[in-house]
């Protein structure tokens, strides 16, 4: 049965094993995961770093869902406005 774990336990192990303060041994030992598991992890956390530091494009990406929405929510605005004005004209 393969086990899952999740992305914050992942970074644990994986910030540990670069500690290293312990063997990859060790570590599986204390963790309950293969060592090759573990430097596997550890050398994800690496390559995938850089992009805490990469904010810049997850705010433009950011920053356009909530552009759009917002136009969204505007246009649905009117609508609404539009109907209830014709709805009332109709006297209902």
């Not at 094993?17 to 573990?38: G, M, N, Y």
């Not at 709805?87 to 209902?92: D, E, N, P, T």
């Amino acid at each position: 049965m393969k086990r899952k774990f999740s992305s914050a336990f992942k970074a644990q192990v994986a910030i540990e094993a670069l500690k290293e303060r312990e063997t990859l041994s060790d570590l599986s030992k204390r963790f309950e995961v293969h060592p090759t598991i573990i430097s596997k992890w550890k050398q994800e956390f690496l390559t995938n770093s850089a992009a805490v530091f990469d904010k810049s494009a997850h705010k433009e990406e950011s920053n356009t869902d909530t552009e759009k929405l917002f136009a969204k929510i505007g246009q649905l605005e009117m609508e609404r406005d539009f109907l209830k004005k014709n709805l009332l004209k109709l006297g209902r």
